[in-house]
């Protein structure tokens, strides 16, 4: 089931003016873009999403709205792109939920879930070659490493590689649940003992190289910013420490004046944009407990404060 986490938060972030153009650059299970359009009432919606299915689920969106609904499948770090053959320039909000949609980790045949069996796949985007059982049967073991290290802050990395490589020798690792078990043969049991599943952190690595989420989220950021129109909002809810670091250093450097060097006395101005969130926003106890998946979520919001020069 398709829950959207910090709606609320999101829509009071957004500051939805009626007739605006508003975009959501993860549309998923369109949870979020219902919320928008209906707070939008008339305007324009840009719905992006990677995933064809999730595009064939949001036609519904256009269902009942008077506001002007375009959804399009690719690639947010493409928006660009798209809304200029739109001829849209500047926009007054936009939303990046990064978080896996629901429906992507419940279906067992796209290979996200370590609790249902199907292909190690993992691709956000069908249509893309790398896939999570090239990942696990070709790569070398400090590649291998290094993204279970970086991606999965996971310190059983060594030993879960070096399993994988074992296994690997003697047959491919086709499955999803295939790579749990040999996860699970290589860590001690005081960590399978612990509470979560002993496989988490190593499919989210997986499923983060596969498709590079970090450089597509860096230089989407670096190209959407000066998308917004005065007043207009960024709002990014993150779900990984890197994803947030990433998007709180994009949304301080938007924020902050450099002066050239050796400048002797500070110009009066103000930077273009402003943080509006000096800590990101959580979750509230209740909506963790009514939907867990929501429990490491960060929201961030950036406001642009005055126009270009």
Not at 21 to 46: E, Q
Not at 116 to 124: E, S, T
Not at 183 to 195: G, Q, R, T, V
Not at 221 to 231: A, E
């Amino acid at each position: 089931m398709h829950i959207p986490v910090l709606k609320d938060e999101v829509l009071e972030a957004l500051k939805i003016k009626e007739g605006g153009i508003y975009v959501d650059l993860t549309l998923g299970g369109g949870g979020h873009s219902r919320l928008i359009l209906d707070a939008l009432k008339k305007g324009t919606f840009l719905g992006f999403d990677q995933d064809l299915d999730a595009i064939k689920r949001g036609q519904l969106l256009k269902e009942g709205t008077e506001v002007t609904v375009h959804l399009i499948h690719a690639n947010f770090v493409d928006f660009k792109t798209h809304l200029e053959a739109l001829n849209i320039d500047k926009i007054d909000g936009v939303l990046m939920d990064l978080g896996v949609s629901s429906f992507q980790l419940d279906e067992a045949e796209r290979g996200f879930s370590y609790r249902f069996d199907g292909p190690l796949d993992m691709r956000m985007d069908a249509t893309q070659s790398l896939s999570a059982s090239t990942i696990v049967n070709t790569y070398d073991e400090k590649t291998l490493k290094e993204i279970l290290y970086l991606y999965g802050e996971e310190r059983f990395a060594p030993q879960i590689v070096r399993a994988i490589i074992k296994q690997r020798n003697l047959k491919p690792i086709e499955s999803t649940l295939e790579l749990v078990d040999v996860i699970k043969s290589a860590l001690p049991m005081k960590k399978l003992s612990l509470k979560g599943h002993p496989a988490k952190q190593t499919f989210q690595a997986l499923r983060m190289a596969v498709n590079e989420e970090m450089k597509v989220l860096k230089n989407t950021l670096d190209t959407l910013i000066p998308f917004l129109n005065v007043k207009g909002r960024l709002v990014v809810i993150s779900f990984h420490s890197l994803e947030d670091r990433l998007v709180k250093n994009a949304m301080k450097a938007a924020s902050t004046i450099h002066h050239p060097a050796g400048l002797v006395s500070m110009p009066d101005h103000v930077a273009d944009f402003q943080v509006m969130t000096k800590k990101p926003v959580l979750p509230t106890v209740y909506e963790t407990e009514i939907n867990p998946r929501s429990k490491s979520a960060k929201m961030r919001v950036l406001e642009r404060i005055k126009a270009e020069l």
